[in-house]
T-cell receptor, first 116, second 112 residues
Framework: DGGITQSPKYLFRKEGQNVTLSCEQNLNHDAMYWYRQDPGQGLRLIYYSQIVNDFQKGDIAEGYSVSREKKESFPLTVTSAQKNPTAFYLC???????????????FGAGSRLTVL | QKEVEQNSGPLSVPEGAIASLNCTYSDRGSQSFFWYRQYSGKSPELIMSIYSNGDKEDGRFTAQLNKASQYVSLLIRDSQPSDSATYLCAVKGGGSNYKLTFGKGTLLTVNP
């Protein structure tokens, strides 16, 4: 089945540690995104990538880093510089160069990070 | 900063009633508009998309778009308890920009 796989589903981290969240898609989608969601809040864009080896900062990129070495993979590293990392992290992807029309943003199941 | 605002919830309706969810956006060049449903602890799932002014119906769901007023809404007819979820409005800006901006969501509860 095609889809987006995020791992781990739950992750606990001590303050000062970096952690990497995995996102893999087998949908052959060009663009991939990372969003963060806090309780009672909408989704805020961290980083996105439209093509391999290229990515752009979203609205809340500070304290995060990403890479896009392969079309299928877009891992997110939450660094110790991120002051409030406890959140629900969602990876998403979309096909094509333009979202107008039938293109749809598809989400993975999410990774819940808790900093102890 | 492009903004998407949704009517504050929570919204509670009785089973069988019409639920009305509203969203306004600040970017006048926005082209595409989406409604996502998110159950507690789960990821969002797309339920409606709309690109042109007017109404778009899909089963019990109707999306309405008014670009002049920068307003998009979602109506859920014959609401069911299974419709209880948070509804997120998402807007894509103009051009080849891939970014979706989401509202904070409206929590809907349908009471049996």
């Amino acid at each position: 089945d095609g889809g987006i796989t995020q791992s781990p589903k739950y992750l606990f981290r001590k303050e000062g540690q970096n952690v990497t969240l995995s996102c893999e898609q087998n949908l052959n989608h060009d663009a991939m995104y990372w969003y963060r969601q806090d309780p009672g809040q909408g989704l805020r864009l961290i980083y996105y990538s439209q093509i391999v080896n290229d990515f752009q900062k979203g609205d809340i990129a500070e304290g995060y880093s990403v890479s896009r070495e392969k079309k299928e993979s877009f891992p997110l590293t939450v660094t110790s510089a991120q002051k409030n990392p406890t959140a629900f992290y969602l990876c998403a992807s979309i096909n094509g160069p333009n979202m107008y029309g039938a293109n749809v943003l598809t989400f993975g199941a999410g990774s819940r990070l808790t900093v102890l | 900063q492009k903004e998407v605002e949704q009517n504050s919830g929570p919204l509670s309706v009785p089973e069988g009633a019409i639920a009305s969810l509203n969203c306004t956006y600040s970017d006048r060049g926005s082209q595409s508009f989406f409604w996502y449903r998110q159950y507690s602890g789960k990821s969002p799932e797309l339920i409606m998309s709309i690109y042109s002014n007017g109404d778009k119906e899909d089963g019990r769901f109707t999306a309405q778009l008014n670009k002049a007023s920068q307003y998009v809404s979602l109506l859920i007819r014959d609401s069911q308890p299974s419709d209880s979820a948070t509804y997120l409005c998402a807007v894509k800006g103009g051009g080849s920009n891939y970014k979706l901006t989401f509202g904070k969501g409206t929590l809907l509860t349908v009471n049996p």
